[in-house]
């Protein structure tokens, strides 16, 4: 099976701005979550979408938002972008509930 | 306190050694536990899951849990410099797919 995959693989945006970031799961899987990943705060939970509906939340402002299409591929978005929003973000795909594989990770950067 | 603990390291092994890798989390309904490989650069890596008390083994990789305690464990047997990487221990609680990761212990095996 291929494996989860993210696009794109490195951005660069410019403060105030505005991206969208988008992750295809593991063929059959269900469950899409998204991760935070900083040198600071290490890895840190996002949102998780299951069955096009938003099922966990973390502690991150509305400025990163999330959603899930029928065929399981997942969108988030991160609006009026801050210089701290510089980080890895990781798509995890799972079956309905289990294991949890990561994709390769979008590498956005704002100057 | 942290929620998932583990120790920075760096942890350094002579190969052939065994490395031991230690985590304590703080929720007790904690019902997953998992140890991920992350190497410079890449993304996290699943290498084993445990969900029940005892010992798990895969190859050269064991991982042990003690729910009493709060405590997961992974052993590395006849360590390779190839193992040298960042390893993450992830825990999920009830109901849904958020994983709370600790820190990361930095293993480097010396040849």
């Known amino acids: 099976k291929a494996g989860v995959t993210q696009t794109p693989r490195y951005l660069i945006k410019t403060r105030g701005q505005q991206v969208t970031l988008s992750c295809s799961p593991i063929s059959g899987h269900r469950s899409v979550s998204w991760y935070q990943q900083t040198p600071g705060q290490g890895l840190q939970f996002l949102f998780e979408?299951?069955?096009?509906?938003?099922?966990n939340k973390g502690n991150f402002p509305g400025r990163f938002s999330g959603r899930q299409f029928s065929n399981s591929r997942s969108e988030m978005n991160v609006s009026t972008l801050e210089l701290g929003d510089s980080a890895l973000y990781l798509c995890?795909?799972?079956?309905?509930?289990?294991?949890?594989?990561f994709g390769p990770g979008t590498r956005l950067t704002v100057t | 306190q942290k929620e998932v603990e583990q120790n920075s390291g760096p942890l350094s092994v002579p190969e052939g050694a065994i490395a031991s890798l230690n985590c304590t989390y703080s929720d007790r309904v904690s019902q997953s536990f998992f140890w991920y490989r992350q190497y410079s650069g890449k993304s996290p890596e699943l290498i084993m899951s445990?969900?029940?008390?005892g010992d798990k083994e895969d190859g050269r990789f064991t991982a042990q849990l003690n729910k009493a305690s709060q405590y997961v464990s992974l052993l590395i047997r006849d360590s390779q410099p190839s193992d040298s990487a960042t390893y993450l221990c992830?825990?999920?609680?009830?109901?849904?797919?958020?994983?709370?990761f600790g820190q990361g212990t930095e293993l480097s095996v010396k040849p």
């Open positions: 992830a825990v999920k609680t009830v109901g849904g797919g958020k994983l709370i």
């Open positions: 995890a795909s799972s079956p309905v509930r289990g294991e949890q594989y």
């Open positions: 979408y299951f069955s096009e509906t938003q099922r």
């Open positions: 445990i969900y029940s008390n």
